[in-house]
């Protein structure tokens, strides 16, 4: 069982910038890939971004450019860095820690409310 903390979620205005963490109770270092993910209300949940466990990175087109994943591997910890914030980015966004057949977790999401 892997517990996932996601934090820094919250309000912003447009164009304004939030940092969310999320916090693996285990080791991350041979995860496939972790990854954020968002829901909007009335929407499914959707891929935010990516991370693999050699550090490549993968995009939602509507977030590339301002939108960056990273990761601390002695931390456990991944990052995702928001810039330029919009109202559609508004939603619910979730963490995943995924190791291919073995493990599938996700986190309970943090809330981010766009708007002036």
């Known amino acids: 069982q892997v517990q996932l903390v996601e934090s820094g979620g919250g309000l912003v205005q447009p164009g304004g910038s939030l940092r969310l963490s999320c916090a693996a109770s285990?080791?991350?270092?041979?995860?496939?890939?972790m990854g954020w993910y968002r829901r909007a209300p009335g929407k499914q949940r959707e891929l935010v971004a990516t991370?693999?466990?050699?550090?490549?990175?993968n995009y939602a087109d509507s977030v590339k450019g301002r939108f960056t994943i990273s990761k601390d591997n002695g931390k456990k910890t991944v990052y995702l860095q928001m810039n330029s914030l919009k109202p559609e980015d508004a939603a619910i966004y979730y963490c995943r820690y995924f190791i291919q057949t073995t493990a599938d977790y996700w986190g309970q999401g943090t809330q981010v409310t766009v708007s002036s």
């Open positions: 285990r080791s991350i270092f041979s995860c496939n890939f």
């Open positions: 991370i693999t466990a050699g550090g490549i990175t």
